[in-house]
């Protein structure tokens, strides 16, 4: 899964113009899903989305809170553009999941953000639709991440790792891992 966060004061969602999801501070998340990803993926981003440290503290110290901590809300938007390659000038999505497929699994991702979050929090826009995403970016911070891929996955919980690696393969982009 990749996940483009960004920090917001506002962000909404517009589908035939009509807003459906709207947050005040907190996060917007784009997020593309791949044939390759599985529960564990949705798992980790989750746990990452709402434990991610985008905001000062009350002493003023930067990067020391998340929306957990400040009890802010999350918008998620599902965008399989995330992951076009490009064949020549035009935008190939071979590596997204299928449309029937990637609904289900999206229904679930935001099933789970809720349970593992406030469900009066999280918000989503709809998935399949052409949507207007209109935010207010807080900064701007804008990060983007990459689940690990399943044997990384595997190495970590089993406490190995390449000796050429020295980032955990958590916070590594798929692209930099699969060299």
């Keep these: 899964m990749r996940a483009i966060i960004q920090r917001v004061i506002n962000a909404s969602v517009t589908v035939n113009g009509t807003k459906i999801s709207s947050i005040k501070k907190g996060l917007l998340v784009l997020v593309g899903i791949t044939k390759a990803d599985t529960k564990a993926d949705r798992e980790w981003l989750i746990r990452k989305l709402i434990n991610i440290r985008l905001w000062p503290d009350e002493n003023g110290k ?13 918008l998620l938007v599902s965008q ?3 992951y076009a390659t490009m064949k020549g000038h035009r935008p190939d999505y071979h590596l997204a999941m299928p449309p029937a497929e990637a609904k289900e699994f999206w229904n679930t991702f935001i099933a789970e953000a809720k349970s593992a ?3 009066d929090m999280v ?5 399949g639709a052409m949507m207007e995403v209109e935010l207010n970016n807080d900064g701007p911070v804008t990060i983007t991440l990459e689940s690990p891929l399943p044997q990384q996955q595997q190495d970590a919980k089993a406490g ?3 000796k050429d690696d020295t980032k955990s393969p ?3 982009p798929k692209q930099q891992r699969a060299q």
Excluded: Q, R, V
């Design 123 to 127: 918000f989503d826009g709809e998935f």
């Design 170 to 172: 958590k916070d590594t």
């Design 62 to 74: 930067p990067w020391n809170k998340s929306i957990k901590d400040l009890n802010y809300e999350l």
């Design 80 to 82: 399989f553009t995330l």
């Design 117 to 119: 979050y406030k469900p």
């Design 160 to 162: 190995s790792s390449s």
